[in-house]
């Protein structure tokens, strides 16, 4: 079982830069695929930023050349660097988790409200 605990949402003027954090528990973090999805009031959820075991990433092409994820498997977290924020990015956002040969991400964190102003 993989528990996960988000950090770093808040308020944000449009414009401004977040960090959010997930810490991870578990021995073998460094395997699985980590990524953070968001969901939007009124709108369905959606895949953010991932980054495999091997360190590649992709991301949502709302979110490319302003987001940034990265992980540290010395210290079981992943992080994603939001700059450049649009009051379109207010959403929930969840770090996420699965096992590299599964294709949905079966463990969710608790979410971390990010609101970002106009």
């Known amino acids: 079982q993989v528990q996960l605990v988000e950090s770093g949402g808040g308020l944000v003027q449009a414009g401004g830069s977040l960090r959010l954090s997930c810490a991870a528990s578990g021995s073998f973090f460094s395997i699985l695929h980590m990524a953070w999805h968001r969901q939007a009031p009124g709108k369905q959820r959606e895949l953010v930023a991932a980054i495999s075991n091997s360190g590649g990433t992709n991301y949502a092409d709302s979110v490319k050349g302003r987001f940034t994820i990265s992980r540290d498997n010395a210290k079981n977290t992943v992080y994603l660097q939001m700059n450049s924020l649009k009051p379109e990015d207010t959403a929930v956002y969840y770090c996420?988790?699965?096992?590299?040969?599964?294709?949905?991400?079966?463990?969710w964190g608790q979410g971390t409200q990010v609101t970002v102003s106009s």
């Open positions: 996420t988790a699965k096992h590299p040969r599964r294709l949905e991400y079966d463990y």
